[in-house]
């Protein structure tokens, strides 16, 4: 599956916006999907996921403030993002995997389609 990430841009601290995540080629209803990010200076992190069944999972900084979703209709993946703070600032990259395991959905090495990435920044 070929995946496309756009949605990103700038924003005040509080806003909010969605980050899509458009697959072609499969069907995303067979894939799981995940949200990571890279600020500034550090490391890709892990920022939500959801399983082929609908589980999901969030890290903490963002648990309360962020939904992910997949729309098999459209046969993209979102992120909704709303409360947004000066550190959530990063490149946001979408994954997608058929095969990986709901206990294992923030681990990068798990998912071998990756979108480019879009630049997200929110000013304070």
């Known amino acids: 599956v070929q995946l496309q990430a756009s949605g990103g841009g700038l924003v005040q601290a509080g806003g909010s916006l969605r980050l899509s995540c458009a697959a072609s080629g499969r069907s995303i209803r067979s894939y799981a999907v995940a949200w990571f990010r890279q600020g500034p200076g550090k490391e890709r992190n892990f920022v939500a996921g959801?399983?082929?069944?609908?589980?999901?999972t969030y890290s903490d900084s963002v648990k309360g403030r962020f939904t992910i979703s997949k729309d098999s209709a459209t046969n993209t993946g979102y992120l909704q993002m709303n409360n947004l703070r000066p550190e959530d600032t990063a490149v946001y990259y979408c994954?997608?995997?058929?095969?990986?395991?709901?206990?294992?959905?923030?681990?990068?090495?798990?998912?071998?389609?990756w979108g480019q990435g879009t630049q997200v920044t929110v000013s304070s």
């Open positions: 959801m399983h082929r069944s609908g589980g999901t």
């Open positions: 994954a997608a995997s058929p095969s990986v395991i709901l206990s294992n959905l923030a681990s990068q090495t798990a998912y071998g389609n």
